[in-house]
Nanobody, 126 residues
Framework: QVQLVESGGGSVQAGGSLRLSCAAS????????MAWFRQAPGKEREGVAT????????YYTGSVKGRFTISRDNAKNTLYLQMNSLKPEDTAIYYC???????????????????WGQGTQVTVSS
């Protein structure tokens, strides 16, 4: 079965850094554009970053641009999100997602997600 398993979440003070990882199995990982979403309680799930199959194209939502970096290692079937200069408003559950396709000029949509991970909690305190 397809599995996307996130790790690397935790609690950090504002200004700190975390690196999230997503280990993929049960799918031809290199054939999928991938994305990170996040969701806080009572809020909509939002797309944060997207990366194409061979890392040639990326997308970042404006609130994280310049602070977060999405990357992937197709040989390791792993997706990453490096998060620097974290802010309290970054607090959320972060989800890894495999997309049906990929576009890189707008946020990914929920309807474009083929597979979801279970999420990892990121908490940023002031």
């Amino acid at each position: 079965q397809v599995q996307l398993v996130e790790s690397g979440g935790g609690s950090v003070q504002a200004g700190g850094s975390l690196r999230l990882s997503c280990a993929a199995s049960g799918l031809t990982y290199r054939s999928y554009s991938m994305a990170w979403f996040r969701q806080a309680p009572g809020k909509e799930r939002e797309g944060v970053a997207t990366i194409s199959t061979s890392s040639g194209s990326t997308y970042y939502t404006g609130s994280v641009k310049g602070r977060f970096t999405i990357s992937r290692d197709n040989a390791k079937n792993t997706l990453y999100l490096q998060m620097n200069s974290l802010k309290p408003e970054d607090t959320a559950i972060y989800y890894c997602a495999a997309l049906y396709g990929g576009v890189f000029y707008r946020p990914p949509r929920l309807s474009e997600v083929k597979y979801w991970g279970q999420g990892t909690q990121v908490t940023v305190s002031s």
